[in-house]
């Protein structure tokens, strides 16, 4: 069997982020607390018009052009979310309609909290090992929203974005080591999302506990599967599921422990082998499904080269609880051509809210669940949400994959609403 895994990467994000220094000043908390306590930096602000189809939407038209792939190679489209825009019709029916992909493909969206996406990533794998995609590759979208209560202690760890993956045979990135996953479930009370609320509820100190359990069970699982098939488990670099930078050091050290590893050591450690994949999700923030991917991404844009040939670890929490963790080799070549995808363009130009914006922003963020969105400016060539007319969700669908030139980060021409009307227009 051929190598099977994460042949390339894009991120999206939205176009504005808080500055946690500015979170900290509102909130009378000494910026050390964000800065240190939780290693984050900025949290990305989603407007409405950017929800988690268009940041998945915008993440996948980035990859498909940075990786040079064509909608008709693809085979599977999942898309890992814990913010869902309806119970019935999943954002990867929205996504194959936005990025015209083939009739012939399987389509669905995938939930388990933050495992979501990591579910989707295993489904392709193991599509691929099966012999079904026939040739056909698949895209995996992690897309996400974190919305907590302001003024809750989760309101520093909020995010936005979306992670797109091509999971093929022969991949570019990341040869996965197939079937060697430790699983771990249990039904754990530590983060929920109600049906009637799109902010989360949790009991942040005890969903701390319950990662770091299922941290000890995945880990020791995937340690067995290796020793039973022979694979050597010494691992390069580490990328964790990274709901706040802190929470991976966490993680990390744990880990150490449990193979009798403490200290300076440890410390050492976590600087040489974690601290380089926490530089992009502390400009995000929690993006839940995607965090473990936008992780990777920064491991492999600012290490690939370094890694190439070595093995990694990947550690994927969805509360709830399920977990996973896994492993793959770093291809030949991976630093170069992680390079070429410019992983960290997306997070680049974006502006800067004031806290008074930010609090706006979080005040009207359901209107565009009932009503079309009234003026909006959105970026050219990234796609818009327009809101819900006739009961049903509208996109504005901008140029064509292949009239694109690859978008750079959020410095593209300001479309207004005329333009996005009669893109709602033709849609319709
Ligand atoms: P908190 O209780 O306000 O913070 O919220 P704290 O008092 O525990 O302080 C946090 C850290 O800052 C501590 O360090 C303090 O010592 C330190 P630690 O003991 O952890 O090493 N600190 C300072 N450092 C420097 N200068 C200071 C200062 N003050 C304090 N002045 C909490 C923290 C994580 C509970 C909160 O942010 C929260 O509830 N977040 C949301 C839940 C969460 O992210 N849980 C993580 C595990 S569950 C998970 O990852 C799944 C998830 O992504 C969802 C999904 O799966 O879908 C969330």
């Known amino acids: 069997m051929p190598p099977i895994g994460i042949d390339a990467v894009a991120l999206a994000v939205p176009t504005g982020y808080l500055e946690l220094t500015d979170l900290a000043k509102a909130r009378g908390v000494p910026s050390t607390k964000y800065h240190e306590g939780l290693l984050v930096t900025r949290m990305a602000v989603a407007q409405p018009y950017e929800d988690p189809v268009v940041l998945a939407a915008n993440a996948a038209r980035r990859l498909l052009i940075t990786s040079g792939r064509r909608p008709a190679d693809i085979g599977l489209c999942v898309v890992g979310t814990e913010t869902a825009v309806d119970h019935a019709k999943p954002i990867s029916a929205y996504l194959h309609g936005l990025l015209n992909l083939p009739e012939r493909c399987r ?13 989707g990533l295993l489904a392709a794998v193991d599509w691929i090992a099966s012999g079904a995609n026939r040739g056909r590759v698949a895209l995996v979208v992690c897309t996400d929203i974190a919305r907590y209560a302001m003024n809750t202690p989760g309101e520093p760890t909020q995010g936005a974005g979306a992670v797109a993956m091509i999971v093929s045979a022969n991949p570019r990135l990341l040869a996965i080591d197939v079937g060697l996953g430790g699983s771990y479930a249990r039904d754990v009370h530590d983060f929920w999302r109600p049906l009637n609320r799109k902010e989360a509820l949790c009991d942040g100190h005890y969903s701390i506990t319950c990662y770091l359990a299922a941290l000890t069970s995945a880990y020791g699982a995937w340690k067995e599967a290796c020793g039973e098939a022979g694979v050597n488990v010494e691992l390069a670099r580490t990328c964790y599921h990274v709901p706040y930078g802190k929470m991976a050091r966490k993680a990390h050290l744990h880990r150490l422990a ?7 050591e440890a410390e050492a450690s976590f600087t040489r082998e974690v601290a380089s994949s926490l530089d992009l999700p502390s400009l995000a923030g929690n993006i839940y499904t995607g965090s473990l991917y936008m992780a990777l991404a920064s491991l492999l844009h600012l290490e690939g080269h370094e890694i190439e040939g070595r093995r990694i670890g990947l550690f994927s ?3 709830g609880c399920t977990a996973e963790f896994f492993s793959g080799r770093v291809v030949a070549g991976a630093g170069a051509f992680a390079r070429s995808l410019q992983l960290a363009a997306p997070l680049d130009g974006r502006r800067r809210y004031t806290m008074d914006e930010y609090e706006a922003l979080r005040r009207h963020e ?5 009503a079309p969105l009234g003026s909006i400016e ?16 509208v996109y504005a669908r901008l140029a064509p994959i292949e009239e694109s030139t690859m978008p750079n980060g959020h410095l593209g021409n300001v479309i ?5 009307q009669a893109a709602k227009l033709r849609l319709l």
């Open 366 to 370: 359901d209107q565009a669940d009932f």
């Open 258 to 264: 449990l193979d009798g590893i403490t200290g300076a």
């Open 317 to 319: 929490y969805g509360s």
């Open 378 to 393: 959105a970026p050219a060539d990234a796609m818009a949400f327009l809101g819900v007319d006739g009961e049903r969700r």
């Open 107 to 119: 389509v669905f969206e995938s939930k388990h909290a933050c495992f979501g996406g990591t579910a």
């Open 416 to 420: 207004n609403i005329n333009k996005l």
